[in-house]
């Protein structure tokens, strides 16, 4: 059943030209389905990674102490201004290496490919994730700080229960466009042989030259995935909307 299902796409593929010939060998299929995997594992690792370090890099930036903040601005700095790709090859060609020489080899290095490809790109959008959720404080009424204040919250709580929560609501839609971008930033990982889908497709249309074959594929895999991710998204701004505050 499964086989005539394939043999139909195929089929039907080819007669509006188009070249699936590689669903009908087993080691192809299973290299583009593991791609996929990797993919969506990837992109479920970065997500929570960028989330996490955005807050913690907009509380440092907001924190008005210097040791904390300049640090973090440097970075933010550093990582908006250089390519996502460039970032990755430094992270994997030079400190990848310095690991390897202190630890005494490849064999004592416990940081994959996938490691750097999941830190790079994670922080990468934890800075942009920063930037939005510093605006997002910065936009919170100083009556409403003053009156969390006047009722003993320490900086720390108002951040955590007052600042926060309301910077959220006005980043949501910052947030969300920076994971949608996260997602595709995933595919830097073909550059040092991370098998995501755009690694495996490569090996595949190496062999067999149906580039736009795959490429279409590669589009509709991403763009179903984005709409996914900003569906959410979207749902969350109406969830978290509150009457009044950011209209």
Same mark, same amino acid.
């Given at each position: ?12 593929? %080819? ?10 060998? !087993? ?7 593991? =791609? ?7 992109? %479920? ?27 973090? $601005? ?5 990582? $908006? ?9 430094? !992270? ?13 080899? %490849? ?19 934890? %800075? ?7 605006? =997002? ?14 009722? !003993? ?17 006005? #980043? ?16 830097? =990982? ?26 279409? *594929? ?11 991710? #900003? $569906?959410? =998204?979207?749902?969350?701004?109406? $969830?978290?909307? *509150?009457?009044?505050? !950011?209209?």
């Amino acid at each position: 059943m499964q086989n005539d299902i394939v043999q139909t796409i195929i089929s039907l593929t %080819a007669a509006i030209g188009l070249n699936f010939d590689f669903l009908n060998s !087993g080691y192809e299929v299973d290299m583009w389905l593991d =791609g996929m995997g990797m993919s969506l594992i990837l992109i %479920a690792v970065t997500i929570p990674l960028s989330l996490v370090f955005g807050v913690l890099f907009a509380a440092a930036l907001t924190s008005g102490k210097t040791w904390l903040s300049a640090p973090v $601005r440097a970075y933010i700095e550093l990582t $908006r201004n250089t390519p996502t790709l460039v970032q990755l090859m430094f !992270g994997f060609l030079v400190l990848n290496m310095l690991i390897t020489n202190a630890v005494g080899g %490849a064999q004592n290095n416990p940081f994959t490919p996938f490691f750097w490809v999941v830190s790079v790109t994670g922080l990468h959008i934890a %800075a942009f994730h920063a930037e939005a959720l510093r605006g =997002g404080i910065e936009a919170v009424p100083s009556t409403t700080v003053e009156a969390a204040r006047s009722i !003993g919250f320490s900086q720390n709580q108002v951040l955590l229960y007052v600042e926060l929560p309301l910077a959220i609501r006005t #980043a949501l839609p910052s947030i969300v466009n920076n994971l949608v971008n996260l997602v595709k930033l995933t595919t830097v =990982g073909s550059a040092i042989a991370v098998s995501e889908i755009t690694y495996a497709s490569l090996m595949i249309w190496t062999q067999r030259d149906n580039v736009i074959e795959l490429m279409i *594929v590669l589009l509709l895999f991403f763009s179903v995935i984005n709409l996914v991710v #900003a $569906r959410i =998204g979207y749902w969350f701004e109406r $969830r978290l909307a *509150v009457p009044g505050f !950011g209209q």
